[in-house]
């Protein structure tokens, strides 16, 4: 579960300082697919990098599974986002020269798991991603975009986390590869009950996720489950 | 992360552009080689002529008449070839100074020495039956000459192996034959065995006669060129030496130590000065070897900080699935360490080679010593932590924000 309130952060270069969060309020379920969509410069990467545990708010309290995480030190939040978060990027951001399963397998070599296991949770990630097992030897550099960004959601799942993050999934895709994308968030969501919190900009996206979150000039202006949610055409 | 998780990303790193990972391994492994290289070559250089020293006698205090020992310009310097010693002189050192093994007279002049047909060059030394014990000299084929030689001033000499080369080309035994020196006929009575050819001098190219023949003969005065003392121990030396400094002073009536007409030397304080000068020279070298390994080390911080903005996304990737600041800091100095490491041991392989090479060339005898190995892998593994460090440091403090936006 995550509880965010009354989250405000304030960037000082010097004289000017600027507000990108202004007081948000939320709170995510377990087994939620949540959708934060807003223009550029709204401050949803911002939202993104404190709910990520990468940044921490100036003022306000964030609540993940219990745990106030706003205050923690560099090595606390460390070990959050490699035991509670799951992060997705835009640009995949795989090691290259480097095997799909290796890959997936890193958040657990940093979370000193035997190899055995690691192997085996690598394996079972990358098949729940949707990934053929036939590639799992290849080069990540070997791949297409699609595969390539599920090798990443793989890499997301493998540590069971308690959300998976997407930051602009599938912005550096074709449509119908992201089709394919928000259909792999969609089943995990579905079928295995994994929380999802996607970040976008835009709506066709956006409407993939049961509830959308709107934010702009950091505040949030809508946060409901009034539209029709898109299936994912990815069969 | 484990160990064997560091190495695997260790390699994979730095397999990933090998062109440029060997030059930068070029540096340390020129840098410890020469070191290596260097350490041997001196340490060879000063064996070699530590023994062609110790090979001169043992114990040995050698005085000489004039004052050598300054060395600065003025009269005294004239006096290289004072006739100051008399054989009084030497027989007073025996009877009176204690702790003396043997003790030699020598008159020493260059002579032609004239064989049939043949003719050589040589330095020709008058001595004492003891010399052979002094100077180590050992008699391969005949006799040194004795007592009784020295006695009667008897014409007989005793020639060293490349003497006998030069006046007996046909290779005709030289023991009974006839020399000519400086019109007088002498018989050579013994060959001595060969000392090598060492450093200064080759004391294979000598010729012996007893002193009473040369001061007869060639001379023609009672002064001695020089007396060799050789000391019991090697911890008397230099009580032989201060004795005998203060009985010539007395015999010499000389009140002031500065104004002697005399020198002694020491054999110790030759083998110290020497090994200071090759000391000074290994050291130069090594420096020289040192500057390299440094320039080197430089290299690898250079390319450890380029790898570093290179990967700056990778590092921040690895920072938001859960790598902590201690995480990213080992893998980039371990990184740097095998980086030097892997250079230090083909440096190693490398020096070692060249001191072979070297010393199978018969240039000098080189030695490697295990510490010169053992330095360079340590100063090696130091480089890669003293130049890894900062570029790591660099890698762990990225923002992993600022580095997943990096482009």
């Known amino acids: 579960m995550i509880e965010v309130s009354n989250i405000t952060k304030t960037y000082d270069s010097g004289e000017n300082s600027f507000q990108a969060l202004k007081g948000v309020t939320f709170t995510i379920e377990d087994g939620e697919f949540i959708a934060i969509m807003g223009p550029s410069g709204s401050g949803k990467s911002t939202l993104m990098h404190i709910l990520g545990c990468l940044d921490t708010p100036t003022s306000g309290t964030y609540f993940l599974d219990g745990k106030d995480v706003s205050t923690m030190t560099d090595n606390e939040q460390a070990d959050i986002r490699r035991d509670n978060i799951g992060f997705v990027f835009q640009s995949f951001n795989l090691l290259p020269r480097t095997t799909v399963l290796r890959n997936v397998m890193l958040p657990l070599i940093y979370a000193n798991e035997e190899p055995e296991k690691r192997e085996t949770e690598a394996r079972k990630a990358l098949l729940a991603a949707g990934l053929d097992e036939k590639y799992f030897a290849h080069k990540s550099n070997q791949l297409s975009g699609g595969q390539i960004q599920r090798v990443a959601i793989a890499r997301a799942l493998v540590n069971n986390p308690t959300m998976i993050l997407a930051d602009e999934p599938t912005g550096n895709l074709d449509s119908r590869t992201g089709e394919i994308v928000l259909g792999t968030f969609q089943r995990l969501n579905e079928t295995l009950g994994r929380t999802v919190v996607l970040i976008t900009h835009e709506p066709e996206v956006a409407e993939h996720a049961d509830r959308i979150i709107v934010i702009r000039d950091g505040v949030v202006v809508s946060d409901a489950k009034t539209h029709t949610k898109r299936k994912a055409d990815h069969k | 992360m484990t160990t064997n998780d560091i190495l695997h990303e260790t390699y994979g790193a730095l397999t990933a552009n090998k062109v440029r990972t060997g030059l930068t391994m070029l540096g340390i492994i020129i840098g410890i080689s020469s070191v290596i290289a260097m350490v041997s070559i001196g340490n060879g250089a000063q064996a070699s002529i530590q023994s062609s020293i110790e090979s001169i006698g043992s114990n040995l205090v050698i005085v000489t008449p004039g004052a050598t020992r300054s060395f600065g310009a003025g009269p005294q310097q004239a006096r290289g070839s004072a006739q100051t010693l008399t054989v009084e002189d030497g027989k007073a050192i025996q009877a009176e100074v204690a702790n003396i093994g043997s003790i030699a007279f020598n008159v020493t002049s260059r002579q032609q020495v004239v064989a049939k047909g043949t003719n050589t060059n040589t330095t020709v030394t008058g001595t004492t039956p003891s010399y052979s014990t002094v100077r180590n000299v050992e008699v391969e084929d005949g006799s040194f000459i004795d007592e009784s030689d020295v006695a009667s001033s008897s014409k007989v000499v005793v020639i ?33 065995k060969s000392k090598g050819g060492s450093g200064f001098t080759n004391a294979d190219d000598a010729l012996y006669m007893p002193y009473t023949t040369a001061q007869h003969y060639l001379s023609g005065n009672n002064y001695l060129s020089e007396i060799d003392v050789s000391a019991a121990d090697a911890e008397t030396t230099t009580q032989v030496q201060t004795d005998v400094t203060s009985l010539l002073l007395e015999r010499h009536n000389i009140t002031d130590s500065t104004k002697a007409d005399f020198s002694t030397l020491n054999q110790a304080d030759i083998i110290a000065t020497a090994s200071s000068v090759t000391g000074t ?23 450890m900080l380029t790898t570093v903005t290179e990967r700056t996304r990778e590092i921040g990737l690895r920072k938001a699935i859960g790598a902590k600041k201690s995480d990213i800091n080992t ?21 070692w080679g060249i001191s072979f090479v070297v010393s199978s060339l018969g240039i000098i005898s080189t030695t490697v010593t295990i510490s010169s190995v053992l330095l360079a892998f340590g100063v090696s593994a130091v480089i890669g932590v003293v130049f890894g460090y900062y570029p790591a440091r660099r890698a762990a403090n990225l923002n992993p924000i600022d580095a997943l936006r990096f482009e």
């Open chain 2, 331 to 351: 893998q980039f100095l371990i990184e740097s360490i095998m980086l030097t490491f892997t250079g230090g041991v083909i440096g190693v392989i490398l020096g």
């Open chain 2, 281 to 303: 020279f290994t050291i130069l070298l090594a420096a020289v070897a040192g500057i390299s390994l440094l320039v080197g080390g430089i290299g690898i911080m250079n390319m």
């Open chain 2, 160 to 192: 060293g192996p490349t003497t006998a080369a030069d006046l007996f080309p046909d290779g005709d035994e030289p023991v009974g034959q006839q020399v000519r020196i400086n019109n007088g006929i002498y018989t050579i009575i013994g060959v001595t």
